[in-house]
C-alpha cells in the first residue's frame, strides 16, 4: 500500500511533473532510447512501480523482449547499439550521482546524440530519477496485471 498519493495531495506539483514528462516524450529521443533509460534507471533505484510500467510500456512500443531480459547485463549483450550503450551508461552514472559521469562516459553520449537529443537525454534520466524517488518511496505499488 502506497503511503500517500502526491497526485492527491499535492495535484499543482504533479501536473507540473507531467507536463514535463510530456515535453520529453514530444523531443527527438526515440522511444526506445527513452524506455530502455527509464527501466536501467528505474532497476538501480530499485523503484518497483516504475520498473514494471515501463517494461509494460516498451513492450507495447515494440521493444523485444529479449532485450529488456538482457538490461541488467547490457554491457555484455549483442543486443544494443552504440547510441543505445551511450545512454545506458549516461543513466546508470547519473542515477548513481553527478559525480560519476566521466568525461568518457559524456564523450560518448556527444558522439552518438546530436546536442538536443542529449539535452533531452538529460532531462529523461533526470526526471525518472525524480519518478523513482516518488514512486520508490511511498512503496507505490504497480497494477495487479493477472
Known amino acids: 500500500m502506497s503511503r500517500l498519493n502526491v497526485a492527491e495531495l499535492a495535484p499543482e506539483v504533479y ?3 507531467l507536463q ?3 515535453a520529453i516524450r514530444r523531443g527527438p529521443l526515440t ?3 527513452r524506455e530502455l533509460v527509464k527501466i536501467r534507471a528505474s532497476q538501480l533505484n530499485g523503484c518497483l512501480f516504475c520498473i514494471d510500467m515501463h517494461t509494460h510500456e516498451a513492450l507495447e512500443l515494440g521493444e523485444n523482449l ?3 531480459i ?3 547485463a547490457w554491457r555484455e549483450s549483442r543486443l544494443y547499439t ?3 550503450r551511450a545512454a545506458l551508461a549516461y543513466a546508470e552514472a547519473a542515477t548513481r550521482g553527478p559525480e560519476e559521469v566521466s568525461d568518457e562516459i559524456w564523450n560518448a553520449v556527444t558522439d552518438a546524440f546530436k546536442p538536443d537529443e542529449a539535452a ?3 532531462a529523461q534520466v533526470a526526471q525518472i530519477n525524480m519518478w523513482n ?3 520508490g518511496t511511498m512503496h507505490t505499488q504497480p497494477p495487479n496485471r493477472d
Open 15 to 17: 501536473k507540473a511533473f
Open 20 to 22: 514535463a514528462e510530456q
Open 31 to 33: 522511444a526506445t532510447v
Open 66 to 68: 529479449n532485450r529488456i
Open 70 to 72: 538482457q538490461l541488467p
Open 82 to 84: 552504440e547510441a543505445e
Open 120 to 122: 533531452f537525454l538529460v
Open 133 to 135: 524517488r516518488v514512486a
